[in-house]
């Protein structure tokens, strides 16, 4: 049996009346990305915390490598918080160097992986800069470097977009990627779904503490998949043979949701459409869901609703 980075079993978290989780279980592999989503305020940050001993379950267990929580599970895991916790006057690579001894690593030796990590992130120019003079998306890509300078064997990234465009995005991802090759366990927690979906091998979709999908994303994708077909373009769709029924695409999709009879295939409806020139199509393919809309059809609400919710209790009781 393989051996599990992460195995979650039965936790509960409650502050005063409040379950910010809710008998969650779940289990995370080397070698894969875990997928953790959810709006604001479903229970992701309280379970992150819970796993890292930094809160501690009311309820359940957590095991690291098969083990309890201990000092030296901690220097196997790294951790990149939401909330950013660099030191804003020192010069980067000081800051890196420091962090890196932290985790078990000799000065040399953390000094020279941060210079290797800056140089990858496209930052090698700016090693002797203070944190302050960095932009958002710098400071970001030097927390990512924090939080694997020690080569963990799992890391845990909650929200590691937060702040950067799409070719920091796209560079994050692919260091992403090149760890899971290496046998790296890696949750990712996010509340913007379509930011991790396409990178992850299983998902953990929770709502207001509990859970609401679990299992891997291509299989969570064909549990919920529709017969049918999004097309752009002109023509009456209707008239195809093979249709069911026509209708606007809704949620994150856009043009026209062409529901197929069981019996049909979008080879034919394909086929069809470009041999009649009285179609013109610009846009051709099969209605996937986003996890996005599989989680309003499971939760049966939006998740930006939940969230303008939860941020309003947070409101009331700061």
Known sequence: MQQTAISVEHITKTYGTFKAVDDLSFEVYPGEIFAMLGPNGAGKSTTIRMILDILRPDVGNISIFGEKINEALKHRIGYLPEERGLYREVPVIEVMTYLGSLKGLTRPEAKKRAMRLLEQLE?????????????????????????????PDLIIVDEPFSGLDPVNTQLIKGMVKDLKQKGTAIVMSSHEMFQV??????????????????????????????????????????????????????????????????????????????????????????????????????????????????????????
């Open 197 to 318: 979906e396409e990178m992850a091998d299983r998902l953990l979709m929770v709502n207001r503490g509990k859970l609401a999908l679990y299992g891997g994303v291509d299989e969570v994708r064909r549990r919920y998949a529709i017969h049918g077909i999004i097309v752009e373009g002109t023509g009456d769709w209707s008239l195809l043979n093979g249709v069911e029924k026509v209708e606007p695409a809704t949620n994150s999709r856009n043009g026209i949701l062409i529901h197929l009879h069981p019996a049909t295939s979008t080879d034919t409806i394909l086929t069809e459409i470009s041999s009649n020139s009285a179609y013109h199509i610009t846009k051709f393919e099969q209605a996937v869901p986003s996890l996005n809309d599989i989680f309003i059809t499971v939760a049966g609400e939006r998740p930006e609703d939940i969230e303008a919710e939860h941020k309003q209790k947070v409101s009331a009781n700061v």
């Open 123 to 151: 930052l090698g120019d700016k090693a002797k800069k203070k944190v302050k003079e960095f932009s958002k998306g710098m400071q970001q890509k030097v927390q990512f470097a924090v939080t694997i300078i020690h080569e």
